[in-house]
T-cell receptor, first 114, second 114 residues
Framework: AQSVTQLDSQVPVFEEAPVELRCNYS??????LFWYVQYPNQGLQLLLK??????LVKGINGFEAEFNKSQTSFHLRKPSVHISDTAEYFC????????????FGQGTELSVKP | DAGVTQSPTHLIKTRGQQVTLRCSPK?????VSWYQQALGQGPQFIFQ???????QRGNFPDRFSGHQFPNYSSELNVNALLLGDSALYLC?????????????FGNGTRLTVT
């Protein structure tokens, strides 16, 4: 069985500062990893995904994440955040033969202050 | 290009009633998954439909059932509603049920059970 742990429930940061949202996963099979963002009263939007290949993945809105197999982590980073990045961020994992079933973490609320 | 659309956006029901939620997938997608997102939590997988059949199911009771139509749209039915069924119900579509097919989410239906 797979599981996802997002290590911070809330991350406050000032505008233009860098940010890292941490995600660890556990799985006994090969995994695919995703980060989604959820703005208030909306569904989830895909930020980026790791399927295979380069462990550094670049996504939309200037976000990137690094897959670290030995540490079973997939942390999300952005070098300089904007007020508009304020949202809930979810890390998710899908494993071999799971057919698109995603296991989500509990979410990290990113709050960007001016 | 229309994305995933869900209806209704909000719904209030009484305990013991039945409810039907509807979803139209993104154009070109043939697989629909349903997730339940309780307040302050990450989404939890309910089930997935492909080729008009339920292919996978999460840990939800039989009160939760679904259907997929020939045009790939889908319905989620919940019988004998409980207060704990209050949540945001998200529909997601993808091209095929493969593990690495990114999910595209709708904005959800907010169900309140009183």
């Amino acid at each position: 069985a797979q599981s996802v742990t997002q290590l911070d429930s809330q991350v406050p940061v000032f505008e233009e500062a860098p940010v890292e949202l941490r995600c660890n996963y556990s799985s006994s099979v090969s995994v695919y990893l995703f980060w989604y963002v959820q703005y208030p009263n909306q569904g989830l939007q895909l930020l980026l995904k790791y399927l295979s290949g380069s462990t550094l993945v670049k996504g939309i809105n200037g976000f990137e994440a690094e897959f670290n197999k030995s540490q079973t982590s997939f942390h999300l980073r952005k070098p300089s955040v904007h007020i508009s990045d304020t949202a809930e961020y979810f890390c998710a994992v899908s494993g071999s033969n799971q057919g698109g079933k995603l296991i989500f973490g509990q979410g990290t609320e990113l709050s960007v202050k001016p | 290009d229309a994305g995933v659309t869900q209806s209704p956006t909000h719904l209030i029901k009484t305990r013991g009633q039945q409810v039907t939620l509807r979803c139209s997938p993104k154009s070109g997608h043939d697989t629909v998954s349903w997730y339940q997102q309780a307040l302050g939590q990450g989404p939890q997988f309910i089930f997935q439909y492909y080729e008009e059949e339920e292919r996978q199911r999460g840990n939800f009771p039989d009160r939760f059932s679904g259907h997929q139509f020939p045009n790939y749209s889908s319905e989620l039915n919940v019988n004998a509603l409980l207060l704990g069924d209050s949540a945001l119900y998200l529909c997601a579509s993808s091209l095929g049920p493969q593990d690495n097919s990114p999910l595209h989410f709708g904005n959800g239906t907010r169900l309140t059970v009183t």
